[in-house]
């Protein structure tokens, strides 16, 4: 994929990503090491709560996001830089799920005090294979200009 300069983007543009399949494994590995809540750790008590189920924490699914985006949803020239944003999880995560993200351009907006740069406002929804939001962001990213 072409690197991508503030001037290749206009509002409207989308980007759809690759695919990446949840299991119970990663789920528990993530929580583990992250967020270690029953929910996300063990099946048996994972259905005596809110989720009624294994569910996998939304910062696994904010990271494996962020994942398919700088792997093959958005490939911005000098990497994917945050400035903040908003950040939902509809639904939750469960294994089997395959996750995609769609992305969709909000705003591109130049720097008026720097000439090299500007931002664009991002909206990413991560799907399962049913087309169901399991998260959705909004972010204001840092794009260069060509130099």
Do not use: C
Not at 12 to 34: E, M, N, P, Y
Not at 82 to 111: C, F, H, K, N, Y
């Amino acid at each position: 994929m072409a690197e991508l300069y503030l001037e290749d983007f206009a509002v409207g543009q989308r980007f759809l990503s690759a695919t990446h399949q949840l299991d119970a494994g990663q789920i528990k590995a993530f929580a583990a090491q992250f967020d270690p809540q029953p929910f996300h750790l063990d099946e048996a008590l994972a259905e005596k709560t809110f989720f009624h189920g294994l569910a996998a924490s939304g910062w696994h699914t904010a990271a494996i996001t962020m994942s398919l985006l700088v792997r093959s949803g958005m490939p911005i020239a000098g990497g994917l830089i945050g400035a903040g944003g908003e950040l939902t999880w509809p639904r939750p995560t469960r294994p089997g799920d395959v996750l995609q993200v769609e992305s969709e351009i909000l705003a591109v907006t130049p720097s008026r005090s720097k000439p090299e740069r500007g931002m664009i406002t991002v909206r990413s929804i991560t799907r399962n294979q049913k087309g169901e939001a399991v998260q959705d962001m909004t972010t204001r990213m840092l794009v260069w200009k060509k130099p």
